[in-house]
């Protein structure tokens, strides 16, 4: 029924649409029509919407880390994971939306599991009662004829807003007065949220609904970042408010854009800490709710558990039980989220006991330079052979005895000892087949995911892989019959890197060969001049190969960018060690 002027497209073809309609002279007019990928995942669990067919996974070891998944999605739901190799990247399952664009990232490690239903623990709902003791009445925060103020913080798409729905209820439950606004602003999903409640003996006494400066009692932080903010921090005050933060590390947009992007973990939390002048509780309740209710949604009904229990809601546990009742969804998860939220402000260590029961208690320790070695050479061997990894094991030494005459630490060392492992650990066709198969993989999979589900393998093999405008290789669907051709293609490791490689003529296999032999040059060439003048640029230097992630045209254009580094830094340690001045070095 559309106008004959009126053309329908897919929405992988946006950019070339902008592109005419740039062009076009006068008004035109581009509509967008989709459903919000966070408002089906809302309809779906409400059972509003079809279940999405398929789960999307990655395998850790294949993943580079190099973003390209983010950038093609712009997905918040890819998080970082660090692991001995590096960055990597995990879907936050719980809040993954299955739109499946992250899958359009130029990867192979991405697989999609048609019929999967994701294995969710229920250690919180299976521990029994008897366990714990029974949980002292808190002393509630009174009402002296004030508002009580308490600022949510969080992001969109995680219950913010429910959890100031569930307040105001309570608070009407009682008779109380009270009021609640809700700033979402352009937030959508994982954007910023805030919540102003503010609640007092009558409704007479409450003139404002938005929590002036300095006036909050209850910071509560559901998300650490939005907690740290300018705007949250100006509603505290010494000796007034009080913050219960979840330490979660929810990286913002920005990560899906910027791949190394850090959590600034240890600032947010001393100035969070600062401004209630020591008065903030910091617990990691995602992980916590997660581990005991299978569903991370559940941290901030956790968090609400946690400052009831301490005395920071002035409202009675029968007016909130009532107000989760009323609210329809999910009610024996939220209640049993709230409980254990209460259990961890009287006992942490017990909640901690029954939510990873097997969990050894691991203390992270800086890793040794041969620990680091060691597990690499290892790896190598399985990678290629004995002579492969020996060969890594010799240039490693050689760094680490020119360091030693220095007096200083292995820096240089570690540094090489990675670097140096990453391109000759390259993920080629042999290498991406053995880390499919090697058992790692199916582990994970049986840990994450039940029932009895199909697996789709997203690649773009070299050799018939078709092509896009562009010019790079287009993904495509296989099925499990890989597995068995995985199996095969990891057997013929040998072949790597000789006459009857078979991908050994492409571009990027004879680009990682380069590689590998150019920086063992740069490195050896730069040992003979190692001063303690030269050590930071070259460190530097042996870092450089971290960046140079990605498959393809993407690990390609990481290089170009990486080359330009390592010629600037090959010409400073020159310089320096000729001792003459730059223009006289050029």
């Known amino acids: 029924a559309l106008p004959p002027f009126v053309t329908l497209h897919e929405r992988t073809t946006m950019d070339d649409v902008q592109r005419e309609l740039r062009e076009f002279q006068g008004v035109s007019v581009l509509i967008y029509e989709q459903t919000c990928a966070a408002e089906k995942r809302r309809r779906r669990k409400k059972g509003e919407y079809p279940q999405a067919p398929a789960r999307v996974f990655i395998n850790e070891l294949v993943c580079e880390g190099c973003g390209d998944c983010g950038v093609k999605s712009n997905c918040v739901s890819l998080l970082p994971k660090e692991s001995e190799f590096g960055r990597k990247r995990v879907i936050d399952q719980s809040a993954c939306n299955q739109d499946y664009s992250c899958i359009e990232g130029f990867c192979p490690s991405f697989v999609t599991l048609e019929g999967a ?40 798409g995680t219950g913010v807003i429910t959890i100031g729905a569930l307040l105001g209820m309570a608070a009407h439950l009682e008779g109380k007065g009270v009021s609640v606004l809700d700033m979402t602003g352009m937030s959508q999903k994982n954007g910023s949220v805030t919540s102003h409640v503010r609640i007092a003996p009558t409704l007479m006494a409450i003139h404002a609904q938005r929590i002036a400066t300095g006036e909050a009692n209850l910071i509560l932080g559901c998300d650490m970042l939005t907690a740290g903010a300018q705007e949250t921090i100006a509603k505290t005050r010494p000796g007034v408010t009080v913050a219960i933060i979840n330490t979660h590390e929810q990286p913002p947009g920005t990560f899906a854009q910027q791949p190394d992007w850090q959590f600034p973990t240890e600032t947010v939390r001393a100035l969070i800490d600062e401004s209630v002048a020591g008065r903030a509780h910091f617990v990691d309740a995602t992980r916590l709710a997660t581990a005991l209710l299978g569903d991370a949604i559940a941290s901030n009904l956790f968090m609400l558990g946690f400052a009831f229990q301490q005395g920071l809601v002035p409202l009675s546990f029968a007016a909130l039980e009532r107000a989760i009742e009323l609210n329809g969804v999910a009610i024996d998860m939220n209640k049993s989220a709230f409980l254990w939220g209460r259990r961890a402000a009287v006992d942490l260590a017990r909640v901690e006991r029954t939510a990873t029961p097997a969990a050894p208690v691991v203390v992270q ?28 094991a010799t240039l490693v030494e050689k760094v680490r005895s ?20 990453k391109l000759m ?11 499919y198969t090697d058992g790692q993989f199916q582990q994970q999979l049986k840990a994450t995911f039940a029932g009895d589900y199909k697996i789709k393998f997203h690649l773009a093999p070299p050799l018939i892989a078709k092509r896009d405008e562009k010019g790079h290789l287009r993904k495509a669907s296989y099925g499990a019959w890989m597995f068995p051709a995985f199996k095969i293609l990891a057997k013929l490791k040998f072949l790597r890197g000789g006459a009857l490689d078979l991908f050994g003529k492409t571009e990027e296999r004879r680009m990682e060969w380069q590689l590998i ?52 830094l090959e010409g400073e340690l020159n310089r320096v060690q000729s001792n003459l001045p730059r223009h006289e070095a050029a």
């Open 365 to 392: 320790m800086p890793q040794s330079l041969d620990t680091l070695v060691r597990r690499r050479v290892e790896f190598l061997s399985d990678y290629q052979n004995a002579a492969y990894a020996t060969r890594y």
């Open 117 to 156: 239903q994701l294995r969710k623990s229920k250690a919180g709902l299976s521990a029994p009662n008897d366990d714990f003791p029974a949980l002292p009445e808190p002393q509630s925060a009174t009402l002296d004829g004030r508002p009580y103020n308490i600022l949510i913080t969080g992001i969109g």
């Open 425 to 435: 650990a390259y993920k080629d066709e042999y290498e991406v087949a053995r880390l």
């Open 402 to 421: 020119a360091e030693a005459k220095l007096h200083k630490s292995d820096s240089l060392a570690k540094a090489v000892a990675k670097s140096l492992f």
């Open 517 to 568: 032999d150019d920086y063992q040059a740069s490195i050896e060439a730069l040992l003979p001049r190692l001063s303690d003048a030269n050590l930071k640029s070259a460190i530097e230097l042996a870092k450089l190969p971290e960046q140079i992630r990605g498959f393809g045209h993407v690990k390609l254009d990481n290089l170009q960018k990486v080359r330009v580094r390592w010629r600037e």
